[in-house]
């Protein structure tokens, strides 16, 4: 149980276009979603808290404005990109928190490139 | 605000020898802790937690961690390696349900055979 999935796994896109990640819990509620972004050879950095029907906690530093983050439903939250510029190439790894609150589940990871 | 503090960057071990990996962390309430296992172009793999209880913590692949409150620590030990071992290794912790993971910047173990 306590399956994550990201979509897509891979996306390549020109400057200036907008990319869209979904983040789906398969198998339980996830209350609470999380985007972390990950450099090469670094560790994850938090983006984002979301939870269902609310809008988005950015951490400090992270544009608002640029990373769109919608948790419409308990079971599926979207992270996008807009205007992407090559600097935005980065693996972004969501993560489910369900009714527990205990423990974060996460997605296998989005490797974004921008050209 | 917690913070984890990983201090090694790399390790490399002999395979068939043992390895610990170290993760202090700092909060000014009980935490959780966790540890992930992340090999190339993946996402992360829970490898044990401690969220109460014993404070020895067994995981998969034979990996197990300790959890000493008082030296704030919580190390990942396993007694023999093997190659398939290598990999990066987050500690990670939480204060509450409602807060997200902190993590370390992680630990590049490598295995040579």
């Known amino acids: 149980g306590a399956v994550v999935s990201q979509h897509p796994s891979r996306v390549i896109c020109k400057s200036g276009t907008s990319v869209k990640i979904e983040c789906r819990s398969l198998d339980f509620q996830a209350t609470t979603m999380f985007w972390y972004r990950q450099f090469p050879k670094q560790s994850l950095m938090l983006m984002a808290t979301?939870?269902?029907?609310?809008?988005?906690?950015?951490e400090q530093g992270v544009e608002k404005d640029k990373f769109l983050i919608n948790h419409a439903s308990l079971t599926l939250s979207t992270l996008t990109v807009t205007s992407a510029h090559p600097e935005d190439s980065s693996f972004y790894i969501c993560?489910?928190?369900?009714?527990?609150?205990?423990?974060?589940?996460f997605g296998p990871g989005t490797r974004l490139t921008v050209l | 605000a917690q913070s984890v503090t990983q201090l090694d960057s790399q390790v490399p071990v002999f395979e068939e020898a043992p390895v610990e990996l170290r993760c202090n962390y700092s909060?000014?309430?009980?935490?959780?802790l966790f540890w992930y296992v992340q090999y190339p172009n993946q996402g992360l793999q829970l490898l044990l937690k401690?969220?109460?209880?014993?404070?020895l913590v067994k995981g998969i692949n034979g990996f197990e961690a300790e959890f000493n409150k008082s030296q704030t620590s919580f190390h990942l030990r396993k007694p023999s390696v093997h190659i398939s071992d290598t990999a990066e290794y987050f500690c990670a912790v939480s204060e509450s349900g409602n807060t997200p993971l902190v993590f370390g910047k992680g630990t590049r173990l490598s295995v040579i055979a």
């Open positions: 909060s000014s309430v009980s935490v959780y």
């Open positions: 401690y969220l109460s209880g014993s404070t």
């Open positions: 979301s939870n269902e029907g609310s809008k988005a906690t950015y």
């Open positions: 993560s489910a928190r369900g009714t527990s609150g205990l423990e974060q589940f």
